[in-house]
């Protein structure tokens, strides 16, 4: 292996690592904010996508409407 891939693995060993541990903060933090969440979604615990307890909801909005005469 020459200089600049050793470089290269070390830089992106760096870049992991660093990705690792923003990850594992920020999974902490949405860990301790759980409790939060539930009680601001009324008490449903809407963490888990495929949760039987979630009804979905559909809103549509009319953007434009426009009217052409044809004659």
């Given amino acids: 292996m020459?200089?600049?891939s050793k470089e290269l693995i070390?830089?992106?060993r760096k870049l992991f690592k660093q990705f690792e541990e923003l990850?594992?903060?920020l999974r902490?933090?949405?860990e301790a904010e759980k409790e939060?969440?539930?009680y601001l979604?009324?008490?449903v615990d809407t963490d888990e996508l495929d949760?039987?307890?979630v009804e979905?909801?559909?809103v549509e909005f009319v953007i434009k409407e426009e009217i052409t005469i044809c004659e």
């Fill in 36 to 38: 939060e969440r539930k």
């Fill in 2 to 4: 020459n200089k600049a």
């Fill in 41 to 43: 979604r009324n008490l």
């Fill in 28 to 30: 902490e933090t949405w």
């Fill in 56 to 58: 979905e909801e559909v």
């Fill in 23 to 25: 990850r594992e903060k």
């Fill in 51 to 53: 949760s039987e307890n």
């Fill in 10 to 12: 070390e830089k992106r």
